[in-house]
């Protein structure tokens, strides 16, 4: 079975709750890492470790996400642009 299929078993809300605490987790991790890059100290390994974890769930968030694209909506089909040189009145 496909990990992003597994989400799917999951209620919306709660769906919406693991995306909000990865963007979260994401964001902390990263601040985390230019902290210890700022401080010229050596990374700890907890932090390494973090990151191909950190990547490999995105992996399944972003199958998942992909999944719900439609490509029959209106915003894929835009009506084409004019241009004109003629000047609106003031």
Excluded: C, K
């Amino acid at each position: 079975m496909n990990p992003s299929d597994t989400l799917l078993l999951l209620p919306a809300r709660l769906r919406l709750l693991l995306y909000a605490g990865y963007a979260v987790v994401g964001a902390l991790l990263v601040a985390t890492q230019v902290g210890y890059a700022a401080a010229e100290v050596g990374q700890p390994i907890w932090l390494t470790v973090a990151w191909p974890v950190f990547g490999s769930l995105g992996a399944s968030f972003g199958m998942l996400a992909g999944s719900h694209v439609r490509a029959d909506t209106p915003a894929d089909h835009p009506a084409p642009l004019t241009f004109t040189t003629e000047r609106h009145p003031s």
